[in-house]
């Protein structure tokens, strides 16, 4: 008989795992129940937050494995302990950019020859679907590309996680660049404020990453999260603030040509992160597509995942 996904618990690898995604996905892995190794990167030196979340994980039962992206075999080394790797290594410029240092990885993975399964950095806008993306935006979908390209080429067995958008940083806000805590006052819309988005919990993010990692269905696959309630337009998010304040804000709003003159003169890694608002809030570039036959959807996967709905997210502002 066949391997089913509940009888077999692969054990994983997590890089970045002191990361703002990566500690979430080492926490989901072992409350998941899988043997859990976290990438300890003597780079980290003495930093005192990293070590000592690096001790809590390996305190819950994470085993901690010493590598480094400057040391190649080091790599190697790591990935021949496990039958998944996951890599969160971090992709937002506004913190760092580091995702191309993954091709080292993928070669890693290819010589070490037992992975089952690779997960990159990815998280967030299919990258896949933004060859039109604007510059200098597009930096983080061309390099995501070219680490897609890689594995592809190394016969990798993957599954990308398309995760929309994390909630800290979209719904904090109110889904408006820039801020990640709720104005009781007022909120700038940009453009007319109904273009639909997709907004997700970071721990359901990494819940639903780990469910995936033994599912046959989504070997080679693209997952999307899109949990139904969770696809809103800012006008739709702000409602649900407004209903937990019990108090409309002062609206105001910022038309396409205005938002994209504002761009100009910012520095890089903020004009970075504008243009990735442009295309989720002026061009809808997360909802205005149907998952296809490269594609599985999470919350259909995964029913029994009670995810966080953005009117419950919300509630923490209050
Ligand atoms: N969709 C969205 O809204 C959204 C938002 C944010 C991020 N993301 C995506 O999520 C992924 C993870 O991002 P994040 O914000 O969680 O990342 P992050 O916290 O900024 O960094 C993650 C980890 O990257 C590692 N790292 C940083 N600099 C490194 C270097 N020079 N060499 C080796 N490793 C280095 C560190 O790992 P150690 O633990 O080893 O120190 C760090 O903990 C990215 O692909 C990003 O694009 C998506």
Redesign the pocket.
């Known amino acids: 008989m066949g391997s089913t996904i509940e009888n077999v618990k692969n054990k994983v690898l997590i890089?970045?795992?002191?990361?703002?995604?990566?500690k979430r996905l080492v926490k989901a892995s072992l409350e998941q129940g899988h043997e859990t190794y976290v990438?300890h990167?003597p780079?980290?030196g003495v930093d005192i937050e990293?070590v000592q979340m690096l001790l809590s994980f390996k305190a819950r039962g994470a085993h901690l494995v010493p590598g480094s992206?400057s040391h190649y075999q080091s790599l190697v080394d790591a990935v021949k302990l496990v039958d998944v790797v996951i890599c969160?290594?971090?992709?937002?410029h506004i913190?760092?950019h580091?995702?191309l240092?993954q091709l080292d990885l993928v070669k890693a993975i290819k010589e070490a020859g037992n992975i089952k399964r690779f997960l990159p950095?990815?998280?967030?806008?299919d990258p896949a679907r933004m060859g039109d993306a604007m510059e200098p935006g597009r930096v983080?979908f061309d390099d995501k590309m070219v680490v897609r390209k890689a594995i592809e080429e190394a016969g990798i067995p993957f599954t990308y996680v398309s995760?929309?958008?994390?909630a800290g940083?979209?719904i904090g806000g109110l889904c408006q660049p820039g801020k990640i805590l709720p104005s009781k006052d007022s909120v700038l819309l940009l453009g007319d404020g109904n273009q639909k988005a997709i907004y997700v919990d970071e721990d359901d993010i990494a819940t639903y990453t780990i469910k995936t990692i033994d599912d046959p269905r989504t070997l080679n696959k693209t997952l999307y999260l899109r949990p139904p309630q969770n696809i809103l337009s800012q006008r739709e998010v702000v409602q649900l603030w407004e209903k937990l304040i019990g108090k409309e804000l002062k609206k105001s709003s910022i038309g396409k040509e205005e938002f994209l003159a504002s761009i100009k003169g910012l520095d890089y890694a903020e004009q970075v992160g504008l243009t990735h608002y442009y295309h989720v809030c002026y061009e809808g570039c997360l909802t205005n597509f149907e998952i296809g036959d490269e594609g599985e959807e999470a919350s259909k996967l995964y029913p029994e995942v009670k995810y966080t709905t953005i009117e419950d997210y919300l509630k923490q502002y209050v």
Request: glycine share 16%; proline share 0%; net charge positive.
């Open positions: 890089i970045g795992g002191t990361g703002y995604l990566g990438l990167r780079e980290i990293k992206f969160a290594i971090s992709g937002v913190r760092s580091h995702i240092l950095s990815e998280f967030g806008t983080t995760a929309n958008c994390f940083y979209f």
